[in-house]
């Protein structure tokens, strides 16, 4: 099964346990300015929280932010105890997917906007199935011959959640080529994780990442010089990783990976981190600037819990968050003022090109004396997160005049635009208290014809608003 990291007849795991099956491996780049110089087993990052027991070794966070109970469970899916979260139990008979997250945590960020306090997240989504599952046919045919009761423990998509933006997260969903322990090329001086599905410390836009290709971060290695150089990710953007700077996760002993791992790293001498749960906020309650950071990332008494009513619920679990709706509206002006609205193709669900990884919208806009004039296009652009991007828009516009009579008609057109998006991530400026709107705000400057075959006019675009379209 694609993703299994764990099977076993044990029904009650240690939150702790269950978070080491998945636990990734981090691989740093060798100019990577927190090493200090450092190679192998004498790594210390990531670090722990300021106030935490400082050990020899790198430290990495985990905490388990949900639970989906099983349909028909019978009893509690965690069992929680009086000390807290991090020595609570799962159990697999009630339990069918789980959201874990880990948490690397670095003194200072580097760069461009270099700043104390870094934590990066990666989010591993779970799924439980039993052994007797029929599913397993796909893969072995005649199914398991498992003792029962055996559980199998797979991962069914890793996000790299890089700088907080869900545009930019580098999102895979696992297939039968990823490997595990899934490797997370950390972004130099930044931080980013980045899934490396093949464990080859290379980032390969579209293999590497399989969901908002166009969009996926990566990492961007030269981004602490605080040159753009392009609006997507190139691979020049990524160092070389040699293989005496990845750090390990400390794999459970009846882990089925240990010896995979074992083979991928020897001869070489690794450090090997230690795996904490998150700490809760009053560790922060000195630094201002920590508790801001850690927020939105630390939830009290986790993991909440919900119910899953039948397996449409669970396939829609997992699938969940792979699809961002988007709406964008701004002014617009083509030698009239108005008003421009874009929006998911299908409404709730964009339409992406399978060839190029961009999105096709729909857009609307008025303009005019009295906003009369409209037109509908179909938008096509590669992205909706690069700072910069190009796009085409076809469709008809109803412009309207009056005839000799002194009555007010309209005509339909065809018309065909063209030119640039600019976005800024609003949360990076001044204005942040703008994000409550969106995240993004853009600028397009374009040029539009309308006519099909004999343009009757071409005019220039302006449109500055909100959202990523």
Request: hydrophobic share 40%; charged share 20%.
């Amino acid at each position: 099964m694609p993703g299994a990291v764990w099977w076993g007849s044990d029904t009650l795991l240690p939150v702790a346990r269950f978070a080491a099956y998945m636990a990734p491996v981090l691989w740093f780049s060798p100019d990577e300015p927190n090493l200090k110089g450092a190679s192998g087993s004498d790594i210390r990052v990531p670090e722990p929280f300021p106030g935490e027991s400082i050990p020899d070794h790198p430290v990495l966070y985990y905490q388990l932010d949900r639970v989906l109970v099983r349909p028909g469970a019978k009893s509690r899916a965690v069992w929680r105890t009086p000390d807290g979260p991090a020595h609570s139990s799962i159990d697999l008979g009630n339990v069918a997917v789980v959201f874990v997250r880990y948490f690397a945590y670095y003194a200072t960020e580097e760069g461009l906007g270099a700043h104390p306090h870094d934590i990066e997240p990666a989010e591993f989504r779970v799924v439980i199935v039993r052994s007797t599952w029929e599913g397993f046919e796909k893969w072995l045919p005649g199914g398991t011959r498992c003792p029962d009761p055996t559980w199998v423990m797979a991962v069914t998509r890793v996000s790299g959640q890089a700088h907080g933006l869900v545009w930019f997260w580098n999102v895979i969903n696992v297939d039968e080529n990823t490997q595990f322990p899934m490797h997370l090329l950390v972004e130099e001086g930044k931080h980013a994780l980045a899934t490396d599905k093949n464990g080859d410390g290379v980032f390969t836009k579209g293999y590497d990442v399989n969901v908002r290709i166009n969009d996926a971060w990566g990492a961007r290695d030269i981004i602490r010089t605080g040159l753009l150089f392009s609006g997507g990710y190139e691979s020049w953007m990524t160092k070389t990783r040699p293989p005496q700077y990845r750090v390990l996760p400390p794999l459970p002993d009846d882990s089925p990976l240990r010896g995979t791992l074992r083979r991928r790293t020897l001869g070489v001498k690794n450090a090997v981190y230690e795996l904490r749960p998150l700490p809760p906020l009053t560790i922060a309650a000195n630094d201002p600037r920590l508790a801001h950071l850690m927020a939105d990332k630390v939830i009290a008494n986790w993991p909440t819990e919900a119910g899953l009513n039948d397996a449409k619920g669970w396939g829609k679990a997992l699938n969940e968050g792979a699809v961002i709706k988007s709406l964008s509206i701004a002014y617009r002006n083509d030698g009239a003022g108005g008003l421009v609205w874009s929006f998911p193709f299908f409404i709730v669900k964009h339409l992406n090109d399978p060839m190029t990884g961009g999105y096709i919208l729909q857009r609307m806009y008025v303009r005019g004396e009295n906003l009369r004039d409209f037109g509908w296009t179909a938008l096509y652009t590669p992205s909706a997160s690069r700072w910069l991007d190009s796009y085409l828009s076809v469709g008809a516009e109803n412009l309207h005049s009056t005839d000799a009579s002194g009555n007010i008609v309209g005509d339909w057109d065809f018309v065909f635009e063209t030119g640039i998006k600019f976005r800024v991530n609003i949360n990076e400026t001044p204005a942040k208290l703008l994000h409550h709107f969106t995240d993004y705000w853009g600028l397009r400057l374009g040029i539009k014809n309308r006519g099909a075959f004999n343009i009757n006019s071409l005019s220039y675009v302006l449109e500055f608003g909100a959202g990523s379209f």
